[in-house]
Nanobody, 117 residues
Framework: QVQLVESGGGLVQAGGSLRLSCAASGMIFRLNSMGWYRQAPGKQRELVAAITSSRSTNYADSVQGRFTISRDNAKNTVYLQMNSLKPEDTAVYYC???????????WGQGTQVTVSS
């Protein structure tokens, strides 16, 4: 059974930085593409960053140049470094394994990121 545990969220002022972590178990982590999603109140969950098994990355336009996704296969962990945070980045952030049709596993509890202006 796949388990995803996100951590690292918090309250930060605009312009600040946070680093999120997602520890995965129950899968062959190194073979999976991984993604970070976020869901703001009243909005749909959206994919903001993805990394393939070969470490190619892709970002939503809204975070391009500010967020960096990375992975440590030895630790079965994917990270999201978030710099120059904006109030509109406020959301609950989730990770998941990515398949051809989107997220592959049940969602974890997420980690709350709140950016104050």
């Amino acid at each position: 059974q796949v388990q995803l545990v996100e951590s690292g969220g918090g309250l930060v002022q605009a312009g600040g930085s946070l680093r999120l972590s997602c520890a995965a178990s129950g899968m062959i982590f190194r073979l999976n593409s991984m993604g970070w999603y976020r869901q703001a109140p009243g909005k749909q969950r959206e994919l903001v960053a993805a990394i393939t098994s070969s470490r190619s990355t892709n970002y939503a336009d809204s975070v391009q140049g500010r967020f960096t996704i990375s992975r440590d296969n030895a630790k079965n962990t994917v990270y999201l470094q978030m710099n120059s945070l904006k109030p509109e980045d406020t959301a609950v952030y989730y990770c998941n394994a990515l398949g051809p049709r989107g997220p592959q596993s049940s969602w974890g509890q997420g980690t709350q990121v709140t950016v104050s202006s």
